[in-house]
């Protein structure tokens, strides 16, 4: 299992256009990706569970990846990441 937290820096946050890439995203790995804001944690292949942690600009959050796949997943979602500024 790999993980890797950071800070989202879009200015509105985890809404729905960038919520729907990133379910593409994950998607498209074997691996299991999830998402973690404070206690709660979501699916990053179901979009409405991203939507329900209502990630705000500023607040940290952490994704592990776990499967056969997940050195490249986590790369993905680095750069992801950084696309959302």
Known sequence: ???FSCTLADPEG???R???KLVSLA???ASVIELHKAEKT???RRLFALLSLCVRSGEP????V???DEEAAIA?????VLTLS
């Open 1 to 3: 299992m790999q993980q």
């Open 14 to 16: 985890l809404h729905a």
């Open 18 to 20: 960038p919520a729907g």
């Open 27 to 29: 998607c498209s790995y």
């Open 42 to 44: 979501a699916n990053c």
């Open 61 to 64: 959050i952490t994704f592990t």
């Open 66 to 68: 776990e499967g056969e």
């Open 76 to 80: 993905a979602l680095r750069a992801f």
